[in-house]
């Protein structure tokens, strides 16, 4: 279980999480939804050791000493694969920071390529495929390390709809394999409702939880699920959260009936 | 240097070769008609004129004939061909490393950019005197000249290309566990490869300047050396053919730091905000 307890976090003396709680179970996929700028990105920064926290507690399982591409491991929005390496060493980079030999750590990194459906590309460069194929290759440099936890900030906004569709489903495919835990930020109800076991409405900044759903639709998502009563209702449901978490919103100022996990 | 032109993607307001008519006429052909053209011009008008002025191709490839033959043009290329790669080796190293160096560590930066900068500035060719007072005319000299200004350029952009790196992709190799060495290694290095080149490219024309001003001015071996040599005995048509055999090595040289360029940053076309 992951435990984010009281955290805070400013820049230049502006908040951006004030006093931040969240609990997340093993084998959750969690969505955090929120307007841009209330602090999503910050808070994966902090679960990933790109930041520290000014205040509050961080823990995996208890323990506090959370290994950055080991225990957690970020998938960049805007892919960050690196220009220099092929799709195969991109994947790679994880296990050749620690040291896995050669042979080895390509092999394994070959095998998360196939998962990702890239077989082929392993030798072309980022500049020489799409922006859904990075995508997919930045997925298979997290899912290579076997991490706790995989993080993604808003994975496939950046990516055309179809594309983006095509990428949830592959997603949820690769995730229904182990179940690991997953925190998925987004600023799209729909991607929301259609990945997660469970949504967490952001609101801010101050970054705050607005509202925790979880959706209890069926797994795996059957055709046609975004067309269906429950779909709509909970679309209607984080909408409405949404448009009360603009800037300065706190979840007192605001009526609370969503159910926390 | 501009890119070879495509015939297909003439720039606006030019207008592309294939529409002025006949296929035949690329890009390639006009170079080379173009050239022929000069050549035939200068044996032309350069017969007329005074021989101890100027000269022209017949004669001059003559001459390049009789200095292949004796010896001389080889031994004076290989000569220089020598020193510039034991010095450009040389400003390559110290550059790249100073670079790194003084690009990533602040108090680096301040204790020793300054000092730099007034090197820079510095003519450096007004040092020569003073160089071959410590080295005397020989070998090592020329080559701590073809060092000193080519270092120059290589120091610049590898220092400047570590100091533009935006905190993207360092952060990404942060997330998955890199230590602040692997960081280095792993992303700054490799991301400053393409300023790197283009420092290298930069620098190997400086050097090659170098090298022939301080080859002449020594004058003791060298093609700068027998440049001046045949320049002094009034033998122009020798003296063109350093120059010209010069030339083609820094078009060669050139295109050498170009294709580096390229080979080492294929992706710099095409590079996002990172
Ligand atoms: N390194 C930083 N320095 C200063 N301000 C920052 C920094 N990173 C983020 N912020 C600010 O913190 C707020 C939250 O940012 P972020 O976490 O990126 O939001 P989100 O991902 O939800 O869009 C924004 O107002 C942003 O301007
Ligand atoms: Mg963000």
Redesign the interface.
């Known amino acids: 279980m992951l435990s984010v307890e009281a955290v805070c976090k400013q820049f230049d003396g502006r908040a951006v999480l004030v006093e931040f709680d969240l609990r997340v179970e093993d084998g959750q996929f969690v969505c955090l939804l929120g307007p841009s700028g209330c602090g999503k990105t910050t808070l994966l ?1 902090i679960l ?3 930041l520290t926290p000014d205040r509050g507690r961080i823990t995996l399982n208890g323990s506090p000493g959370i ?4 225990d957690v ?2 998938v ?1 929005q ?1 892919y ?1 694969l ?4 092929s799709v195969l060493d991109n994947v790679a ?2 296990l ?3 040291g896995v030999p050669t042979a080895d750590r390509q092999r394994r990194a070959q095998e998360f390529i196939a998962l990702v459906g890239l077989a082929g590309f392993e030798g072309h ?3 020489q495929i799409s922006g859904g194929m990075q995508q997919r290759a930045g997925l298979a ?1 997290a899912l290579v ?1 076997a991490p706790e936890i995989l993080l993604m900030d808003e994975p496939f906004a950046a990516v055309d709809a179809l594309t983006r569709e095509r990428l949830q489903e592959q997603l949820l495919e690769i995730w229904d394999r182990d179940r690991k835990t997953v925190i998925f930020v987004t600023h799209s109800m729909d991607e929301a409702i259609y990945l997660a076991d469970r949504v967490v409405v952001m609101g801010g900044p101050p970054g705050a939880v607005m509202d925790d759903v979880l959706t209890g639709l069926p797994r795996p998502r059957p055709k046609g699920i975004r067309g269906s009563d429950e779909y709509l209702r909970l679309m209607g449901q984080l909408r409405r959260r949404l448009e009360e978490a603009g800037p300065g919103r706190r979840p007192e100022e605001t009526a609370h009936d969503g159910k926390g996990s | 240097m501009a890119k070879a032109a495509d015939p297909r993607t003439a720039l606006p307001g030019q207008r592309s070769p294939l529409a002025m008519g006949a296929g035949i006429l690329s890009p390639t052909a006009l170079r080379v008609g173009s050239t022929v053209v000069l050549v035939v011009l200068w044996e032309f008008f350069g017969r007329r004129v005074n021989p101890i002025l100027f000269s022209y191709p017949t004669a001059i490839l003559r001459a390049g004939v009789d200095l292949t033959a004796s010896g001389e043009l080889p031994r004076a290329i290989l000569t220089s061909l020598q020193n510039f790669v034991a010095g450009f080796a040389l400003a390559a190293v110290v550059g790249v490393t100073l670079g790194l160096l003084v690009g990533r560590f602040r108090l680096l930066e301040y204790a020793l950019r300054h000092i730099l900068d007034a090197f820079y500035v510095t003519p450096q060719v007004a040092l020569i005197p003073l160089v071959i007072l410590w080295f005397g005319l020989g070998p090592p000299a020329k080559i701590f000249i073809i060092f000193l200004v080519g270092m120059f350029p290589i120091f610049y952009n590898t220092a400047d290309g570590v100091r533009s790196l935006g905190r993207g992709l360092v952060e990404v190799a942060e997330a998955y566990g890199a230590s602040e060495r692997q960081q280095f290694r792993e992303v700054t290095v490799p991301a400053t490869l393409p300023h790197i080149m283009t420092g290298v490219r930069l620098g190997i024309g400086r050097s090659l300047t170098g090298m022939v001003v301080a080859e002449m001015f020594t004058a003791t071996s060298g093609l700068g050396a027998i440049t001046v040599f045949y320049a002094n005995t009034l033998d122009t048509a020798r003296l063109f053919v350093p120059v010209i055999v010069l030339t083609l090595l820094g078009v060669a040289l050139l295109q050498l730091g170009l294709s580096l360029e390229r080979r080492f940053a294929p992706w710099k076309e095409t590079e996002r905000a990172w």
């Open positions: 920064k990933c050791g790109l290994r950055p591409g080991v491991c970020l960049f805007h960050g690196f220009p220099w390496l980079f994880g050749k920071l620690r460069y980022p500049h440099r390390n």
